[in-house]
């Protein structure tokens, strides 16, 4: 499967995270896992769990290798949940950046979703420690209602 340059970029970046974690794991080497990794670095970000089956199945990957798949690179860090209150079904994954601190806003009318940094906040997040827990990245979801519905709900 050929990838356009930045996602054949994103998945040999991927991929030394996979081997590091399938070697520490002392984990046989798969082929299967390095064909899905490519398939996932070729899908638009976030996807479901039937996005993945159906791109994979032209590669003939079977449903439950997906599914096992993805709960290793949920282990190894290659993949997160960005709705974690949402059953498997509707689970939606995607790739975990580097060492970036993500925060997302979700508009809870039209779903929209917005992504942005902020030094300030991100400061105050690792400033603040909780039983001693040694973090090493956050993701933070805000969910309300973006300008746009905002804006049509005066309207109307
Ligand atoms: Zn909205």
Same mark, same amino acid.
């Given at each position: 499967?050929?990838?356009?340059?930045?996602?054949?970029?994103?998945?040999?970046?991927? /991929?030394? =995270?996979?081997?590091?974690? @399938?070697?520490?794991? !002392?984990? *046989?080497?798969?082929?299967?896992?390095? $064909?899905?990794?490519?398939?996932?670095?070729?899908?638009?970000?976030?996807?479901?769990?039937?996005?993945?089956?159906?791109?994979?199945?032209?590669?003939?990957?079977?449903?439950?290798?997906?599914?096992?798949?993805?709960?290793?690179?949920? /282990?190894? =860090?290659?993949?997160?949940? @960005?709705?974690?209150? !949402?059953? *498997?079904?509707?689970?939606?994954?995607? $790739?975990?950046?580097?060492?970036?601190?993500?925060?997302?806003?979700?508009?809870?009318?039209?779903?929209?979703?917005?992504?942005?940094?902020?030094?300030?906040?991100?400061?105050?997040?690792?400033?603040?420690?909780?039983?001693?827990?040694?973090?090493? =990245?956050?993701?933070?979801?805000?969910?309300?209602?973006?300008?746009?519905?905002?804006?049509?709900?005066?309207?109307?």
């Amino acid at each position: 499967m050929k990838l356009p340059n930045t996602a054949e970029g994103k998945y040999q970046e991927l /991929k030394r =995270r996979l081997d590091e974690y @399938v070697a520490a794991c !002392s984990m *046989r080497h798969s082929e299967v896992r390095n $064909i899905v990794l490519r398939v996932v670095c070729g899908l638009e970000q976030p996807f479901t769990a039937a996005q993945l089956i159906e791109a994979a199945s032209v590669e003939r990957v079977s449903t439950a290798s997906v599914y096992n798949i993805i709960r290793l690179f949920v /282990k190894a =860090r290659i993949l997160h949940t @960005v709705n974690r209150d !949402s059953t *498997r079904e509707h689970a939606k994954y995607e $790739i975990l950046a580097g060492k970036s601190n993500t925060i997302q806003l979700f508009c809870t009318r039209c779903g929209r979703e917005l992504k942005f940094s902020s030094k300030p906040i991100a400061n105050a997040i690792k400033a603040y420690r909780v039983n001693n827990f040694d973090m090493h =990245r956050f993701s933070l979801f805000l969910y309300g209602e973006c300008k746009v519905c905002r804006s049509y709900k005066r309207l109307f």
